[in-house]
């Protein structure tokens, strides 16, 4: 089944305690990118990769990083998190950048 | 600044009847437009999608039409069924070379009544 697989669902963690989200997809997808959403503001990205290696900005992309080492993977990094980045994450991937994303199930995550 | 804008934060119709959903843009340079539904707990999947050189795109029970003189579009959705009731983003791309990326708007919340 063509999916993309972020984990963890929830996650309540305290501000400055490093974390990661993981992200997955097993379409041979080039494109993988990142959004938060959140009230009033809809969905905003923070990092797009184009390829392994390539990682470039959205527009949100202050208190993250992330990498792509290989294909499938696309971690989000939170190295010292802070109340506003409280926030539902999604990953999501696509053939090319803007066309039919598959979007994952979402990361809920409370920083304290 | 809302390039992307879907003024009705909700929208209630009846079972069998149809379902239209707006939204608005502000920038020219958009020239692919797209709509997701969303169910809570669940990510985005894509629906329909048009190109700026059309004005209708069918799949189904889901019509998008795009008016760019307008700067609107809108989706119809018939006839509305009970499983239709989510969360409908529209999202536009600027033709910007290899660097595209989605505007979204805040989203349409539809509730289907049987």
């Known amino acids: 089944e063509a999916q993309v697989t972020q984990n963890p669902r929830y996650l309540i963690t305290v501000t400055g305690k490093k974390l990661t989200v993981t992200c997955s997809q097993n379409m041979n997808h080039e494109y993988m990118s990142w959004y938060r959403q959140d009230p009033g503001l809809g969905l905003r990205q923070i990092y797009y990769s184009m390829n392994v290696e390539v990682t470039d900005k959205g527009d949100v992309p202050e208190g993250y990083k992330v990498s792509r080492k290989e294909k499938r993977n696309f971690p989000l990094i939170l190295e010292s998190p802070s109340p506003n980045q409280t926030s539902l994450y999604f990953c999501?991937?696509?053939?090319?950048?803007?066309?039919?994303?598959?979007f994952g199930s979402g990361t809920q995550l409370s920083v304290l | 600044d809302q390039q992307v804008k879907q003024n009705s934060p909700s929208l209630s119709v009846q079972e069998g009847r149809i379902s239209i959903l707006n939204c608005d843009y502000t920038n020219s340079m958009f020239d692919y437009f797209l709509w997701y539904k969303k169910y809570p707990a669940e990510g985005p999947t894509f629906l329909i999608s048009i190109s700026s050189i059309k004005d209708k795109n069918e799949d189904g029970r889901f019509t998008v039409f795009l008016n760019k003189s307008a700067k609107h579009l809108s989706l119809h959705i018939v006839p509305s069924q009970p499983g239709d009731s989510a969360v409908y983003f529209c999202a536009a791309s600027p033709n910007a070379g290899n660097n595209r990326k989605l505007i979204w708007g805040l989203g349409t919340s539809l509730a289907v009544n049987p």
């Open positions: 999501a991937s696509s053939l090319s950048g803007f066309e039919k994303l598959f």
